[in-house]
């Protein structure tokens, strides 16, 4: 109905529902020789609006009773997936907003992205089980990081995934593609994008060998890179939700 006022596509449709929750973000993990403790650290920035306080973020937490992984959920009211998450195992997740020519599934979804919370304990298993999914019901950047200290980002279509393996220990993501299989689908290289990727990474960089919890969130607070408050940085004044 909506695309049909608005005399779009469906896709479109589907892109603008994305866009308007999930907006920009950065993202950053950390690991083993990047951290002081050696275990994984995951950070991540809303870097869009939330309409003035009026998408204000839930945190849910979930005991399930079918043999399922108690896990952690944080995101927004009516939201079928983590936006980020922490299962009992140590599985880390943190979704980022994909913009490809596929933005939404055929048939019926399975909502992987909950899943892998539900019934992953490692980034392996996690990249399994998104891999084996017929139809993810929407697009995502997944940044994962678990308990043993590995970390890997799965870049997804609808349709599936391709999975981007840091040589080192840690990476930044904003929303664009980085893997050679995605790149061509991309439709959200912007410079906005390309430039707060290179904003968290130049945050981060600094810091390599010591990070720990409380330095990670004063990484997603800089905002050396750029003098305007206004301006597409790390912790721009849009920033509310970092964690």
């Not at 299989?181 to 810091?207: F, I, L, N, Q, Y």
Request: hydrophobic share 40%; aromatic share 8%; net charge neutral.
């Amino acid at each position: 109905g909506i695309a049909q006022e608005l005399g779009i596509s469906r896709t479109d449709s589907v892109r603008l529902f994305y866009g308007g929750i999930f907006g920009g973000s950065t993202s950053f993990v950390a690991t083993r020789k990047a951290t002081l403790g050696g275990g994984a650290i995951l950070a991540r920035n809303i870097d869009w609006g939330d309409d003035g306080g009026l998408r204000r973020p839930v945190l849910v937490h979930y005991y399930p009773n079918n043999g399922d992984l108690a896990h952690i959920s944080v995101g927004w009211q009516l939201g079928l997936i983590p936006i980020a998450g922490l299962n009992e195992a140590g599985l880390a997740v943190s979704i980022n907003f994909f913009e490809n020519d596929q933005m939404v599934g055929l048939n019926f979804p399975q909502f992987a992205y909950r899943r892998i919370l539900q019934r992953s304990r490692t980034v392996n298993e996690a990249v399994d089980l998104l891999n084996s999914t017929r139809n993810l019901g929407g697009p995502g950047f997944v940044v994962l990081a678990d308990a043993e200290g590995t970390i890997a980002m799965a870049e997804c279509r609808p349709s599936g995934c391709s999975i981007y393996r840091p040589e080192g220990d840690w990476f930044a993501q904003s929303n664009y593609a980085r893997t050679p299989e995605m790149v061509p689908h991309d439709r959200g290289r912007t410079p906005d994008s390309v430039r707060r990727r290179a904003a968290m990474e130049a945050a981060v960089r600094p810091h390599l060998g010591a990070i720990t919890p409380q330095l990670a969130a004063n990484i997603l607070r800089d905002r050396s890179s750029s003098p305007y408050v206004n301006d597409s940085i790390v912790a721009n004044l849009f920033v509310m939700n970092s964690l």
